[in-house]
């Protein structure tokens, strides 16, 4: 055979499912009845849009009370502030006038602040992909009322053995395919490698992030990919078949093929793949090497082509 350089990357398969990068469950932040509700499952929204709402009848009630309240206060104390010219109300009068807007402005705020939490909004823009809640049901406070995820960015979070796990770095690409679209195959890519082992399995968690048109081709959260990653890295090195290493103690040699003679040469080896050794040193590209085993051959001897490895 004629040397050339080949991969001798050792090739890992696994399996994971296809999850989000954000999901978010979307909770209640009080407790009451759902007058409207907005979505349903698989509907897309923009970060902001409205949800549900409750019924607010009380709380527009309670925070036009707590207007009033603070026009009042407000009013004392403009009263009080004329007074005071005069000298006909005293500065600690003065004072509690000025306390009870600051309170009144206080509880304004506050109810103001309950009206806004009758409007479930979305956090982010995603897909809703489940709703928990119907028009009129009564909510308590932190309820999960829906649940969204966003969409354009999926990943896989496939579990690596430690002893593949250190040749992995974020930024590589890998091969993904899917059980369900047969006929589908995407590139992706390592996100990041999470920075500690599961003590249990020994297993890292390793994120591969799909490409951003994967939900636009079918791929969805839930779906089982497999996922094909190159570690320990040897691309374009040399190798020969296994079967063309001999051995004389401890040195290691090939037989190369020099104007139809043999040459007994010395080389240095590294990583087997399958039927394939890497040579470390002693051979170059170009170079016809002995591809079988070389026990019965000796240096000199003549010798006819009469066939090639690839």
């Known amino acids: 055979m004629e040397l050339a350089p080949r991969d001798l990357s050792r090739q890992v398969d696994l399996i994971a499912t296809v999850r989000p990068r954000l999901a978010v469950r979307v909770p209640s932040r009080m407790t009451g009845n759902l ?21 607010t009848a009380e709380l527009d009630a309670e925070f036009a009370r707590a207007r ?13 502030e004329r007074l005071l010219e005069t000298d006909a109300v005293s500065r600690i009068e003065m004072d509690r006038a000025q306390v009870a ?39 308590q406070a932190e309820d999960i009322v829906f649940e969204m995820a ?29 059980d369900a679209l047969p006929a589908l195959e995407l590139d992706g890519r390592v ?48 190798a020969v078949p296994a079967a063309a290493i001999g051995e004389d103690g401890s040195v290691r040699y090939v037989y190369v093929i020099s104007e139809d003679h043999l040459e007994r040469r010395e080389v240095i080896t590294g990583v087997t793949r399958g039927q394939w050794t890497q040579i470390e040193d002693g051979l170059e590209v170009g170079e016809v090497v002995l591809a079988s085993n070389p026990i019965d051959m000796r240096p000199g001897e003549r010798v006819r082509i009469v066939g090639w490895r690839g």
């Open 101 to 139: 807007l600051e309170v009144a402005e206080a509880e304004q705020r506050l109810w103001q602040t309950r009206l806004g939490f009758a409007s479930i909004l979305a956090p982010h823009a995603g897909v809703i992909t489940a709703r928990h809640v119907e028009p009129g049901e009564s909510v």
């Open 191 to 238: 996100a990041r490698v999470f920075p500690a082992a599961d003590p249990g399995s020994r297993l890292v968690p390793v994120e591969v992030a799909l490409p951003e048109s994967a939900a636009d081709q079918g791929v969805r959260p839930g779906f089982l990919a497999r996922i094909r990653l190159n570690v320990d890295r040897r691309v374009d090195v040399l």
């Open 35 to 55: 007058e409207t509700v907005e979505v349903e499952e698989g509907d897309a929204v923009a970060a902001g849009a409205l949800l549900a709402r409750f019924d």
């Open 68 to 80: 009033a309240h603070t026009r009042f206060a407000r009013t004392e104390l403009d009263n009080m």
């Open 150 to 178: 966003a969409m354009d960015r999926l990943v896989l979070r496939p579990l690596v053995s430690e002893r593949d796990v250190v040749h992995i770095s974020a930024g590589e690409s890998v091969r993904l395919r899917f």
